[in-house]
């Protein structure tokens, strides 16, 4: 096995480069042992069983897939029904100390028989579809890395008085100055968060919770990892005292902290309070910081403390033993970049702009996911006959 470029056929040893439609490989075979033909359906035959893709060229392919190819029914459809087959795979493979599936499974799937003008006009329909998540797919890429350049940007450059990006030090240095984080716009600051705060820090309630029963909602160490927003979902209850909800309370605009992490990342990790359904609680693990208002919006300071831009920064904090860590005092000396209040508006206006185009493609392809999968199963179980669309398009 080779790194791919070099000579022989591409190799997949399982799903793990497995695409939305075609395989993306990362090395290569000399002597292929098993070939996957361009056009048959790769499946996973080990866990995760099910999971297919289109050869869109020869493969040499590992023990973990295997490839079928219809003599029926053209690519797409034929993937289709093998991914309608999954459940009776999944089913199949359970019994096994490890799932997984053999050839004898494959061979006894149930497949329907569509005539081959109906056949044809699904496999249009459900090409057309793949056409449309691929794009859509491909749209959110490109959205993602505009988002991520423009992110940097307006975090170092800022947006002047006429709402455009200030020129780059290197074409205007006049308007910048050196401080403890690089070069910044004359008109910002560079603070500690412990400069900023509006009361101080807290450390979280050191209380066992339980995933059912009454009590507050108690954020934990997952409910602030998913995004730049606090996750109230799959959230623990505990019993807490008014007193106890005084001091360890949480507020709409409250940044959390993570104080340690399995993952060097991980730690010092924040993440922002929002829409706060009902009185709630955190964690020890998880640290409170509650910045001026008046200086600092939350949504730009978890914006700028969640950027690459500021993990080098805090990545000086981080310990290692067991795992990586950081202290509230560590936390209290993270730096962080205070534009104008007025500026700092603007920045957020556009930054959440570019999140709502990306949040709205998301939700378009999410939809055109369910309808291919809906559409899946009405045509190929008859449910839906394609018959008089055949007629209309003769």
């Not at 959110?140 to 200030?166: F, P, S, V, Y």
């Not at 955190?282 to 949504?299: D, Q, T």
């Not at 209040?341 to 709502?356: D, G, H, N, P, Y």
């Not at 291919?372 to 045509?379: F, I, R």
Request: proline share 6%.
């Amino acid at each position: 096995m080779n790194e791919l470029g070099n000579a022989g056929l591409p190799f997949l040893q399982g799903n793990a480069e497995f695409g939305e439609k075609h395989p993306s490989p990362k090395y290569s075979c000399i002597r292929p042992p098993r070939i996957g033909e361009t056009g048959a359906t790769l499946i996973s035959v080990r866990a995760p069983v099910g999971q297919t893709n289109i050869a869109d060229r020869d493969y040499c392919i590992g023990r973990g897939l295997a490839a079928v190819k219809s003599n029926q029914y053209g690519p797409v459809l034929c993937r289709a029904i093998m991914a309608q087959q999954a459940g009776t795979l999944k089913k199949v493979s359970q019994g096994t100390t490890f799932e997984a599936i053999g050839r004898d499974d494959l061979f006894s799937l149930l497949i329907p028989q569509i005539p081959p003008k109906e056949a044809k006009f699904i496999e249009s329909i459900l090409d057309t579809l793949d056409t449309q998540i691929q794009k859509t797919e491909a749209l959110i890429a490109k959205l993602e890395k505009i988002k991520e350049g423009l992110l940097h940007d307006l975090l170092t450059r800022g947006i002047d008085q006429n709402g455009q990006l200030r020129p780059t030090p290197e074409q205007a240095p006049v308007l910048y100055k050196e401080s403890a984080l690089g070069l910044i716009p004359e008109e910002w600051i560079c603070s500690e968060l412990q400069d900023l705060l509006d009361c101080p820090t807290r450390s979280g309630l050191y209380k066992p919770s339980t995933f059912h029963g009454r009590g507050a909602p108690m954020i934990q160490m997952g409910n602030i990892f998913s995004s730049e927003l606090v996750s109230f979902e799959k959230v623990g209850r505990v019993s807490v005292t008014p007193s106890e909800l005084k001091i360890f309370g949480l507020e709409d605009g409250d940044l959390l902290f993570a104080r340690r992490s399995l993952v060097l990342e991980g730690a010092g990790k924040a993440s922002l309070v929002k829409d706060l359904p009902e009185p709630s609680t955190f964690e020890s693990s998880i640290v409170r910081l509650r910045l001026r208002r008046n200086v600092i919006l939350p949504y730009f300071a978890i914006a700028f403390l969640q950027s690459s831009f500021s993990y080098s920064n805090r990545r000086k904090f981080i310990r290692q033993v067991a795992v990586s860590g950081v202290s509230s005092a560590d936390i209290r000396q993270f730096r962080c970049l205070v534009p104008p209040l007025e500026e700092q508006q603007t920045i957020v206006s556009f930054l959440k702009a570019s999140r709502l185009r990306v949040a709205s493609e998301r939700e378009t392809l999410a939809k055109l996911k369910k309808q291919k999968a809906g559409l899946m199963d009405d045509l190929l179980t008859g449910y839906v006959r394609v018959t008089p669309l055949i007629k209309d398009a003769v």
